[in-house]
Each structure stands twice: as structure tokens, then as C-alpha cells.
């Protein structure tokens, strides 16, 4: 049943539709950055790669958030301990994430994919931002997660945070997350001289903890009118405004004896600007208020669909390559295509794995998630009058 935001709007505590959207339009935004590559045309009117993982950020941040205030609720009004609630969001964040991850890292590993059994260890420990972070290099086709690794660190320590932290404090943390984030880049880039640090889970703060504001304005006990406006205006005004600025300067920057620092000074402020937009629209697609055709296509059904099979969109995505490469190894079959047909291919390819992913192992787990609910059933829900 849906609650009534701080604004007066229809907030749904489950399933948002939309949001399923902006997931599907993040997960192909990446696609279009690896499949078709940097210096593609349509990569270099915008970083897409780079807005899809701040995307999944701000989403996360927001709905984890979500759920977690709903969660205090539960403990602040006696119907659950706080031990209860965290054992339940592990349970339900290790359910849905961990078995598709650790059988994607054993496939790959018997696959003996380049940088697979390498960086085996890390993964295993969902550590591969830091080991990034340590070489100040990628790590072929297992470097996109590095994104995995900040959302389960960002999992392991948020519901604690949430849970313990006292309401009227919990706007402090919030801002404070986002304040550390660019701090953090900022002493990386002074200490180091490079940009790898924004890859560890203190510089990603900003995009998290932004949807985590925007989660804490529109709780129906912690909710605040006012400032969910100021952060949503905000969040408008200088998110177009900062990308435009950014990629204007990377552009003109471009073949300059100053290219370099341009784009550590982007690299460094694009988070902070990328998650200040995306907390405006989730704010739109979550109180339902985005325009009429905007909802249309959010809500599609194959649109909602890509967005449900995301996770495993951006797990497997990166391997598709990989694997066409090694497939004359693998097979002495060799087919010849250009960029434009590899391309689709490769999306055509991923989206089919991860659908079967989803409907022959993913969802089958998902189910069992019916075992440990949040709430007790007896128990109705709260509501701000």
C-alpha cells in the first residue's frame, strides 16, 4: 500500500515501476559505453558509461534508504529488535546478489577469461575497487566491479549506520556522506597525482548519500517537505548546468597542453554533478510526477523488463567481448563484422543471458526472500497523519 510522502504525494513502499525504468536506461547506457567505446561519437557528447554506474548509485542510495527507515519504524514503535531488521536486510541483500555473482566468478574462473583468476581473490571478497585503486589500472573485462564492490560495502555499513544512529541525527550523517565523497577525491588527486581514487566507496559517498537525502525528505515520519524541494530544485538546475559546464571544458580541453588536468578536474567534480541530477529525477519518477510520454516509456513492459533483469545486464555485459574473441579459440568458427553489427550483437547477446540468468536461477532464489520479511504480519503499517 502506497503512503503519503512529507509532500502529500503517493510514495509506494514496494515496487516503483519507473525506477525500474531509469534501471533499464542505466544498465544501457553502460552497454553504450563498453560495446561501442570511448571514442565513439555518441560517447563523446557524454560520459554514458559514467552516468549509468551514478544512476545505479543514486537508486540505491534512495531505496535501500527507504527501506531501512522502514525498518526503524519497526524498531522505534517495539515490533522488531534492531538485531532482527539487520539480519533480515542481509539476508535479503545476500539472496539476491550473492548466488548470480559467485556463479558468474566460478564460470569466468574455469573459463580462464584474461584477469579472471588474477583478480580472483578480490572479487571473492568484493575488494576489486580497492585492488584498482592499488595499481591505478584496470583489470580487463573484471573491472566493472569495481561498482559491485562499492554497492556491497555501501551495504555492509549503511543499515548499521541507519538503524543506530538516532532520527534526528540521521540528516547530519546524510550530508556528511556527501561532503566526504569529493573531499576524498580532492586528497587522493593531492597525494597520489592521479584520479583512481574516486573507484573506492568514500568518493562514491556523494551519489549514495544524495539518494539517501532524497529517501530521508520523503519518509512519511522523518519527511520534509521543504527541503526534498530545495534538494529536487537544486538538484535540476546544477546538474544540467555542471554537465553542460564539464563536458564543454573536456571538449575544448581536448588537444590542449592542459587535457590532463581538465579531465582529472571533471573526473573529480562529475559525480557530485551526474548525482545531483539523478536525485531530481528519481524524485520525479518516484512521486509519479515525470511528464505523461516520459512515464509511457518508463513503464513500457520491455523497458520495466530490462530494468528487473539490470543486475544481471551489467554482471555479464562486459564478458560478451571477451568471449566473442575467444570464440575461433574455442570453436575455429571466425566471423567477420563491423563495429555496428558487434555492437548489437553483443547487447542482443547480453540481455538474452541475463534474462535466462533471471528466469531459471535468479528468480527462483528471489522467491525465498517470502521467508524473511520485514514486517511482521500482524503489524500494521505506520502512517503519518
Excluded at 526472500?369 to 500494521?380: I, L, R
Amino acid at each position: 500500500m502506497p503512503e503519503t510522502s512529507a509532500r502529500g504525494e503517493s510514495r509506494p513502499q514496494g515496487h516503483m515501476p519507473q525506477l525500474d525504468g531509469l534501471r533499464a536506461f542505466a544498465a544501457m547506457a553502460v552497454l553504450l559505453f563498453h560495446f561501442l567505446g570511448p571514442k565513439n561519437v555518441i560517447n563523446k557528447i557524454l560520459p554514458w558509461g559514467g552516468l549509468g554506474v551514478h544512476l545505479f548509485f543514486v537508486l540505491s542510495g534512495f531505496l535501500i534508504t527507504g527501506i531501512l527507515l522502514r525498518c526503524k519504524v519497526q524498531v522505534e514503535s517495539g515490533n522488531a529488535t534492531t538485531g532482527r531488521e539487520l539480519r533480515i536486510f542481509y539476508l535479503r541483500r545476500g539472496l539476491r546478489i550473492f548466488p548470480i555473482y559467485y556463479l558468474t566468478l566460478a564460470v569466468v574462473w574455469f573459463a580462464d577469461l584474461p584477469f579472471a583468476r588474477e583478480t580472483h581473490g578480490w572479487n571473492l571478497c568484493y575488494g576489486s575497487n580497492f585492488l584498482i585503486a592499488r595499481n591505478e589500472a584496470w583489470i580487463g573485462s573484471m573491472s566493472h566491479f569495481w561498482s559491485l564492490s562499492v554497492e556491497e560495502q555501501f551495504y555492509l555499513i549503511w543499515p548499521i549506520t541507519v538503524l543506530l544512529t538516532p532520527r534526528v541525527h540521521l540528516e547530519k550523517i546524510f550530508v556528511l556522506a556527501v561532503i566526504i565523497a569529493p573531499i576524498s577525491r580532492i586528497v587522493w588527486l593531492a597525494l597520489d597525482g592521479s584520479p583512481w581514487g574516486i573507484v573506492l566507496p568514500n568518493a562514491c559517498l556523494d551519489t549514495l548519500g544524495m539518494g539517501a537525502l532524497l529517501a530521508l525528505y520523503c519518509d512519511p515520519k522523518s519527511g520534509d517537505a521543504q527541503k526534498q524541494a530545495r534538494l529536487t530544485q537544486l538538484g535540476f538546475w546544477a546538474g544540467v548546468l555542471g554537465l553542460i559546464t564539464l563536458q564543454a571544458v573536456a571538449i575544448c580541453g581536448a588537444g590542449t597542453r592542459f587535457v590532463a588536468e581538465l579531465e582529472q578536474s571533471c573526473t573529480l567534480l562529475f559525480s557530485a554533478v551526474s548525482g545531483l541530477l539523478f536525485v531530481w529525477i528519481v524524485d520525479r519518477c518516484a512521486a509519479g510526477k515525470s511528464a505523461a510520454w516520459c512515464r509511457r516509456i518508463l513503464c513500457n513492459p520491455i523497458i520495466s523488463y530490462l530494468g528487473k533483469i539490470s543486475y544481471g545486464i551489467y554482471l555479464f555485459h562486459a564478458f560478451i567481448p571477451v568471449a566473442w574473441k575467444m570464440l575461433p579459440q574455442w570453436t575455429g568458427v571466425n566471423i567477420e563484422l563491423n563495429s555496428t553489427q558487434k555492437s548489437l550483437i553483443f547487447i542482443a547477446l547480453t540481455i538474452a543471458l541475463a534474462s535466462l540468468s533471471w528466469h531459471l536461477y535468479e528468480c527462483p532464489i528471489n522467491r525465498l526472500k517470502k521467508y524473511f520479511e520485514y514486517e511482521k504480519k500482524n503489524v500494521a503499517p505506520s502512517r503519518k497523519v
